[in-house]
């Protein structure tokens, strides 16, 4: 007999465990034992369950303290209760704990979708269970170094070098599990946080640079996305906010001297040149956000600690480096040929053949030569994603879900 039929035989059962729809997956309503799970299995859900703080989430998350007290009184839902906690915890684990409707906007969009219910069902069928379990936490090195790192935290003595660490460590922890699972091999990964850019050929580095991102007040969101065009002397069009609060007050005679005119439709616009805005460079990749990768003729920024002075675009301190790069794959663009299109003034738009994946990170913790760096929180992120995830994590057994029939 399945699970689908072993919920059908008890669709009255209510399951106290803040999840979303458990379906059709959870035990029968007698006895300890999961029918078609052996007894070692049932044990080292509960150890995974217990272990759940090694990973960054909250002591007694996932109602595993329910459980427990459910084994001393020897109470016949068990199973259901068991099931119905690595259901949540799986889910967890993708990065589908905190609700979308408490995250702030740039934060960037939810993980992607995970149907931990059918993929458990499928492992139960196939006797997996274990392996199942095993392979719910993010496999990328990332992950991994940073969860190593905070599990050896742990197990120091208390102090607030460690109280800061551990909490840096969970946030980080939490942001990882937000993002895909098939990690492109090569990618750009700017990490907002640290104010840096790494580009990666097959995982290995070929080109680190500087940033500055979006001040406090215009946060640079983390997303993810392929860089499809890169634009030589790009035109800069203002947002309507900009304009009206820091460039049209400044009179025309500062905007004819900066390159800015004014279009049909009525918005600013700065025409491409070396002291343009958006510098010689800029580097388009779909997102809701409308933000994007670009040059700057103000280079005095990178020499300075706190580089978050952009209004949400990432500027680079080396972008023309970048599109060297990026465009050595495109026939018959070469470095000579840039520098010429450059020289000529006119916006070029240039539609890269192979888009090259790129991800905007807000990391306050990196492992670096063996050891664990931290980055300022700049944008005073990482409180409030702590106190989603432990409320998310540890809510109380107030909320029930009724079982129906397939």
């Known amino acids: ?42 044990r080292y859900g509960l150890e995974v369950l217990d272990r759940a703080p090694q990973q960054g989430f909250p002591q007694g998350a996932f109602g595993v303290g329910a459980i427990h007290a459910a084994i001393d009184r020897n109470d016949p839902q068990v199973g259901a209760l068991l099931l119905a906690a690595v259901i949540a915890y799986a889910r967890a684990e993708h990065g589908l704990l905190i609700p979308s409707r408490s995250r702030p906007a740039a934060w960037g969009e939810t993980a992607p979708l995970y149907d931990a219910a059918a993929d458990l069902d499928a492992a139960l ?29 742990l197990a120091q003595p208390p102090d607030p070098h460690a109280a800061t660490l551990t909490n840096t460590l969970r946030a980080n922890l939490e942001r990882l599990r937000w993002l895909p699972r098939d990690e492109p091999p090569t990618r750009i990964d700017v990490n907002i946080a640290a104010m840096s850019l790494i580009y990666l050929v097959d995982e290995q580095p070929q080109l680190m640079m500087r940033v500055a991102p979006g001040k406090p007040g215009d946060e640079t969101p983390v997303l993810a996305s392929r860089i499809e065009r890169i634009v030589l002397n790009p035109p800069w069009n203002v947002p309507t906010g900009i304009a009206e609060k820091e460039l049209l007050p400044k009179g025309q005679d500062y905007l004819a001297a900066h390159g800015f005119k004014t279009k049909d439709d009525g918005r600013l616009v700065q025409e491409p040149g070396p002291n343009s805005a958006l510098g010689l460079v800029k580097f388009d990749f779909p997102n809701r956000y409308e933000v994007y990768l670009h040059d700057t003729p103000s280079k005095a920024a990178f020499d300075r600690p706190g580089r978050a002075v952009s209004h949400g675009c990432v500027r680079l301190e080396h972008a023309l480096d970048l599109a060297n790069i990026l465009l050595a794959n495109e026939p018959g663009w070469s470095a000579e040929r840039i520098q010429d299109a450059i020289a ?38 990482d409180t409030p994603l702590l106190k989603r995830l432990d409320k998310a994590a540890l809510a109380p057994p107030g909320r029930t879900f009724s079982l129906r029939s397939p």
């Open 1 to 42: 007999m399945t699970l689908r039929n072993l919920a059908a035989a008890c669709s009255a059962l209510l399951i106290p465990i803040l999840i979303s729809p458990i379906m059709a997956l959870l035990a029968a309503c007698g006895g300890v034992a999961v029918e078609g799970l052996p007894n070692a299995d049932v």
């Open 125 to 153: 069928h196939a006797r997996q269970f274990r392996q199942w379990l095993d392979a719910q936490p993010p496999p990328n090195a990332l992950y991994q170094t940073l969860q190593k790192a905070y599990a050896a935290t």
């Open 344 to 381: 000529g003034g006119q916006t070029t738009t240039i539609t890269l053949s192979r888009p090259v994946a790129v991800r905007l990170l807000y990391l306050t913790a990196t492992p670096q030569d063996g050891r664990i760096i931290l980055a300022p929180d700049v944008y005073g992120w």
